[in-house]
């Protein structure tokens, strides 16, 4: 945890930030090395998640503004980034335009692993997979890393 205060910090001094915390720090999906790789890169700008999980947990939904720590797999700080956009639509009607901002490949990629990764959090709440389920869009833009 103090790797991640330290990182916030040297964000905050590099971006000119003054009073605000960041949100939280986390990891992509089930691949974090690689979806981190992918912010630290540009490639990807956007994510995707389900709605279900935020009202599940009680969790407050992602805003505009929202500053936000990416980890590895080993939860080592790796870049910050912050939202620019929220958007609450059934998982069947995002689009490609989205899929491609994601950064993990094409359309059919990315739905089959979304499906995969939802059907299998799901279950661990005796829910099921639905093309329709909403999903929470956000798209980010890097604001620090130290690469």
Request: glycine letters at 4%.
């Amino acid at each position: 945890m103090k790797d991640i205060h330290r990182f916030w910090a040297d964000c905050c001094f590099a971006n000119s930030i003054e009073k605000t915390t960041f949100k939280e720090a986390f990891q992509f999906g089930a691949s974090p090395d690689w979806l981190a790789e992918l912010v630290l890169t540009g490639k990807k700008k956007a994510t995707t998640s389900g709605l279900f999980f935020y009202e599940e947990e009680n969790e407050p939904l992602p805003q505009i503004g929202d500053y936000s720590i990416v980890l590895n797999s080993k939860d080592e700080p790796i870049a910050v980034i912050q939202v620019q956009v929220v958007e609450i639509i059934p998982m069947n009607r995002v689009t490609s335009e989205f899929v491609q901002l994601e950064g993990e490949g094409d359309y059919v990629y990315w739905w089959d692993s979304h499906k995969a990764f939802f059907t299998k959090e799901l279950h661990e709440y005796n829910q099921t997979f639905s093309p329709d389920m909403l999903v929470v869009c956000e798209q980010f833009r890097k604001i620090y890393s130290k690469e």
